[in-house]
């Protein structure tokens, strides 16, 4: 504190000294005094400088020194390089260091290398100035990117790696999406081949807002194609055949790049022989000959043929082939109504499902055949000019029907498989050919069907009878109940007329019921025939003696009835009254006059009426 003290003394003793003449030379000539006073000196605190050489200063300063504002970009000179940093001279103060990080680049990167900078600050805390590369140059290109999209300028950009959908790119140190569809005219299918190469891009898109670039190399080459395809469709003609490379391969078919021009060659235009997917015939990036089929008014849509280029397998079908020949060949396709068989390169004949079997119900071609079995068949029309072929497998085996009536004489017993049902009957295989049909009339002789799923199931085992054999008609009339004995031949006997049995009633049924005698003979009772003899009705369960009073063998009819049990027994006591009565009125015969006295007595009382009806 005393040095602090003493020191502040001899400064003010020091400016004591200083002052003192001045103030004493204005005292002594005032006026002399403000006329020699430096103003200038006065204000700026310093000796004035000539207009020249500050001129010449400013002048040295503009050519040596940069302005440096912070967020300037500006060009500087490589003056050093460490393992680490690299020493940038912007005339500048001071020199600035930046990472080489941010020339990672620019691996040749050397001394007098003239770099763009940004001054992110002119002067840190350690009195440094702080610059950076790699800001500059993201100012920079994107300066360049607007530019370039807005003159539709080529740059190139370094293909960096893959991602969703297409490749990143760098342009100008800026990462832009170069997406899948705009890498060529064509698809691409290995998007590695482009990774790590510098290519030309043209900007197409720039979202500023989100800072994201859409660049295309596709956009570069379709104006040169475009103009190929010019020249191309302006020389396409129908029949022509051109060179093409497979571009593409679908389900449908397989287009053709003809140099700029793109063609569809259909499936069916592949191969003289029917094939399943294209790729069967064709692989991606092929070469190969087609030839023009069609194409619109505007050439847009062209149709290409690759067989038309062949001989049609019809013409170079042999003519020895002819019909009732035996040809093998591979099945290609099977449909519901039958199956196509390959007999040579191209030439197909079909099979009906009615030429695979004798077998005249319905069946599916799957039944007999699989795709891609080897089968032996029959041509049983040939058609060259229509290009067309049936086949036939059954006529390869004997036709079952040729010695059907020594196989199933009229009477004759066999067992057959149910196959199918119709509302009026039952179809049964004999054999493979031979089918019966059991009219539902047929199948019992007791039971009431309504339909034959009732009384049977397809695949069940049935002994049948022949009752009805058509050869020519190719009809067989087949019946189970014939296998067994009629029972209703004996029913006839022991349900006669006016006999009595005994039951339940099984149901009440609209207008009666129904009585169970046993398991085939089921009466029906009228209503009115339910009364029992003390005036009230049977019901379901009441067991009871039933008349006979109708019985049809014919409709399997049986009519029954209660009340005429005791009804009956009635009539008899009336009869054996009224008889009785007749009896004895015999035995007590009267005389001829009593008769003559009874019909004078009638006849004057008629006579006295008649008297007595005139008055």
């Known amino acids: 504190m005393a040095e602090k003290a003493n020191q502040a003394e001899v400064e003010a003793t020091d400016a004591t000294t200083v002052d003192a003449p001045v103030v004493s030379e204005a005292k002594a000539n005032p006026e002399k005094f403000l006329s020699d006073f430096n103003w200038h000196n006065y204000q700026e605190g310093i000796d004035e400088v000539d207009d020249q050489q500050l001129k010449e200063f400013e002048k040295l300063v503009a050519e040596n020194f940069v302005d440096t504002l912070d967020d300037e970009v500006v060009t500087g000179t490589v003056v ?19 990472s080489l990080n941010e020339f990672r680049y620019n691996p040749d990167l050397k001394v007098g290398d003239k770099v763009e900078v940004l001054i992110d600050v002119r002067e840190d805390a350690t009195g440094q100035l702080v610059l950076s590369h790699r800001k500059a140059r993201v100012i920079k290109a994107w300066d360049r990117v607007n530019k370039a999209h807005e003159t539709g300028e080529i740059v190139n950009g370094f293909v960096k790696c893959r991602t969703k959908g297409g490749m990143i790119v760098d342009v100008f140190g800026i990462e832009a999406f170069l997406p899948g569809s705009q890498i060529d005219v064509k698809p691409i299918r290995d998007y590695d081949q482009y990774v790590n190469k510098t290519m030309e891009f043209k900007v197409v898109k720039i979202n500023h807002e989100f800072k994201n670039v859409v660049v295309s190399h596709k956009a570069l080459i379709e104006a040169d194609i475009e103009e190929q395809k010019k020249e191309i469709i302006g020389q396409l003609e129908k029949g022509q055949v051109l060179e093409g490379v497979v571009k593409n391969i679908t389900s449908y078919g397989v287009f053709i790049d003809l140099g700029g021009v793109d063609g569809l060659v259909h499936i069916t235009d592949l191969s003289w022989s029917r094939i399943n997917h294209p790729n069967e015939i064709v692989e991606l990036d092929q070469k190969l000959n087609v030839v023009i089929l069609d194409f619109d008014e505007n050439k847009s849509r062209i149709q290409l043929g690759l067989k038309q280029l062949s001989k049609h397998p019809w013409e170079a079908l042999a003519d020895t082939v002819k019909v009732g020949d035996k040809v093998k060949g591979k ?121 034959p799923s009732e009384f049977c199931a397809v695949g069940d085992k049935l002994d049948v009878i022949v009752l009805e054999l058509d050869v020519e008609g190719r009809k067989l009339s087949l019946g189970h109940k014939q296998t067994t004995e009629n029972p209703w031949d004996k029913y006839e006997t022991d349900f006669a007329l006016e006999t009595v049995h005994t039951a339940e009633i099984s149901e009440i049924v609209d207008k009666g019921a129904t009585v169970e005698f046993n398991e085939d003979i089921v009466a029906f009772v009228p209503s009115r025939h339910l009364e029992k003899e003390d005036g009230s009705k049977l019901k379901k369960g009441d067991s009871a003696e039933f008349k006979i009073i109708e019985f049809n063998k014919e409709f399997k009819r049986v009519v029954a009835s209660h009340t005429a049990i005791f009804k009956a027994e009635e009539v008899a006591n009336v009869k054996a009254a009224v008889k009785k009565a007749a009896t004895a009125a015999a035995e007590a015969k009267p005389t001829l006059g009593d008769a003559n006295d009874a019909l004078q007595a009638l006849k004057d009382k008629m006579d006295g009426k008649t008297t007595k009806a005139k008055k």
């Open 80 to 98: 050093h390089i460490s393992d680490r940093d690299a020493i940038i001279d912007i005339n500048a103060k001071s020199e600035g260091v930046i």
């Open 331 to 451: 099945v290609v396709v099977i449909a519901d109504y039958g199956a196509f068989i390959e007999v040579a390169d191209g030439v197909e004949g079909l099979i009906h499902v009615s030429e695979m079997s004798w077998s005249t119900h319905l069946r599916s071609a799957q039944d007999f055949v699989s795709v891609g079995d080897e089968v032996e068949a029959v041509i049983l029309t040939l058609d060259r000019e229509d290009r067309k072929m049936s086949l036939g497998i059954k006529q390869l085996t004997a036709d079952p029907w040729t010695d059907i009536t020594t196989k199933y004489p009229l009477g004759s017993k066999h067992t057959g498989v149910v196959r199918n049902f119709t509302n009026f009957g039952v179809f049964v295989e004999l054999e493979e050919g031979i089918d019966g049909l059991i009219y539902i009339s047929d199948l019992s002789w007791t039971k009431k069907i309504k339909h």
